[in-house]
């Protein structure tokens, strides 16, 4: 049974930072592209940021270009998400997803999904 754990959300300032961890299970992680996805309030999930399954190519969405890191350490079967200088617009849920294709922008290539975690950013 894959799962997949997020932890790392909480309050935060404007202009502050935070790091979401995911941990995974049930899966050869290595083998696994593996991505963030946001949900604002009343709004659609989106995509936020992906890894390959060996680190070597990430994307981004734009809005968080140069202000979010996606990494990943399959030792420990875990994928983080660094993010800088937020904004309230970065106010979500974020979701871990992990996919088997070469990268995971799209929600329908999302093979597990984990609960999330929510990201609060006063002004």
């Known amino acids: 049974q894959v799962q997949l754990v997020e932890s790392g959300g909480g309050l935060v300032q404007a202009g502050g930072s935070l790091r979401l961890s995911c941990a995974a299970s049930?899966?050869?992680?290595?083998?696994?592209?593996m991505g963030w996805f946001r949900q604002a309030p009343g709004k659609g999930r989106k995509f936020v940021a992906t890894?390959?399954?060996?680190?070597?190519?990430?994307i981004y969405t734009d809005s968080v270009k140069g202000r979010f890191t996606i990494s990943r350490d399959n030792a420990k079967n875990t994928v983080y998400l660094q993010m800088n200088n937020l904004n309230p617009e970065d106010t979500a849920v974020y979701y871990c997803?992990?996919?088997?294709?070469?990268?995971?922008?799209?929600?329908?290539?999302?093979?597990?999904w984990g609960k999330g975690t929510l990201v609060t950013v006063s002004s």
């Open positions: 890894i390959a399954w060996n680190g070597g190519n990430t």
């Open positions: 997803a992990a996919s088997s294709r070469a990268e995971v922008t799209s929600g329908s290539t999302v093979a597990s």
């Open positions: 049930g899966l050869t992680f290595s083998s696994y592209a």
